[in-house]
């Protein structure tokens, strides 16, 4: 046998030592795993679980009591605790969705971003295979699990869709942040340019942020539900079938209803309701009545203020023939077209805040305005 040298000898130890070592750590880390999983079972044991199946078709425009149901559930269970005080598991199965909206995601992202803000980091998607893989890939490319801080295994994050290219993904703020709008914006007016779309259709969606960050959130307003972060999401996307741009903002405020009548403009919006449909009584009664004369008090008002931020939500349509925006907020739902056409409806169930959605055609919005 070879007489090692001194040198040798000395990196033969040395070798040993970070192999002991190595051997060392793999084996706390494998005990602290061991541990944390039995913590975790017994948890599991002792507390309550809650399983939240959405339907199949999570959709405002097409099933909306349906999907503000699914969101109520979650949000009680959320908020529910045991009689000895502990929080009960929930688990929110994604695998019945079949079909979800753009719209339908940033509400969703935004209850689960309130959920991982209430009880940690913890979140884990769970049977993320058994999904269905367009709701999948449409929540993916959307930066729903990057959002939410949630991994999910990397030849998933790949996933695209064909019909439905992401243009913003998911963003939210509990502040006015200039960076952040500022970003926002320099990526919609490049995605504008390549769209032949005037760019400043979205500058609404700056305006409904700060809408959303003044007004959404009333210190003195007893809320069902604690709105936790409040704070504001958004996100974009272009389908490629319809060829329009849909981008949209939400809050999980009050709704624009609850927060008119401490506007300084609410005695003329009540004479307008009174003479508009004849019944005050009944006019205040249904929000989408509230919303209704409230756009068109804007569309006359030279005023800023609370006014002002619905005058730039609904002027982002009215330069681009087919552009349409629609207004959730409370139990109220106003969809403005392009031109002054309204369409509004009222639901029994709150949808939670306020949601609002712009759709804008693509091409070039000069040959376009003199059709």
């Known amino acids: ?149 949630v991994d999910i295994p990397r030849r998933l994050q790949v996933e695209i869709l064909s019909d439905e290219v992401t243009v913003l993904q998911m963003i939210s703020s509990t502040e006015l942040d200039q960076e952040l709008l500022q970003k926002t914006m320099q990526k919609l007016s490049a995605v504008a340019e390549i769209l032949q779309q005037d760019p400043s259709v979205y500058g609404a969606l700056v305006e409904a942020a700060y809408n959303a960050k003044l007004h959404a959130y009333p210190e003195d307003f007893e809320y069902e539900f604690q709105p936790i972060i409040k704070g504001w999401w958004a996100t974009a996307s272009f389908n490629s079938e319809e060829e329009v741009v849909k981008f949209l903002v939400y809050d999980q405020g009050v709704g624009i209803p609850n927060t008119l009548p401490k506007w300084s403009g609410w005695e003329k919006l009540r004479a307008t309701i009174a003479e508009t449909l004849g019944d005050l009584a009944t006019g205040l009664k249904d929000a989408s009545n509230l919303i209704e004369a409230a756009i068109e008090m804007d569309r006359t008002s030279l005023q800023g203020g609370h006014g002002k931020g619905l005058q730039d939500v609904i002027r982002a349509v009215e330069t681009t023939p087919g552009s349409s925006v629609r207004i959730l907020s409370g139990t109220g739902s106003v969809l403005y077209h392009q031109g002054g056409r309204i369409e509004k409806k009222d639901e029994t169930l709150h949808i939670g805040g306020t949601l609002i959605e712009w759709r804008i055609p693509v091409g070039n919005h000069e040959k376009r305005s003199k059709q």
């Open 1 to 149: 046998m070879k007489k090692l040298t001194p040198v040798e000898q000395a990196q033969r130890a040395q070798r040993a030592i970070s192999s002991w070592r190595h051997d060392i750590q793999r084996q706390k880390a494998l005990r602290a795993r061991m541990l944390a999983s039995k913590a975790r079972a017994l948890q599991t044991a002792r507390a309550p679980r809650i399983r939240i199946t959405p339907p199949a078709v999570f959709s405002f425009s097409r099933n909306y009591t349906a999907t503000v149901t699914c969101l109520q559930s979650f949000k009680r269970a959320l908020f529910a605790a045991t009689p000895d005080g502990k929080q009960p598991q929930i688990f929110l199965d994604l695998s019945t969705i079949k079909e979800i909206t753009l719209a339908g995601a940033l509400v969703l992202a935004a209850e689960i971003h309130r959920w991982r803000v209430q009880r940690g980091p913890g979140l884990r998607a769970q049977n993320v295979y058994d999904w269905n893989p367009k709701v999948r890939r449409l929540l993916a490319g959307l930066g729903f699990f990057k959002l939410l801080k």
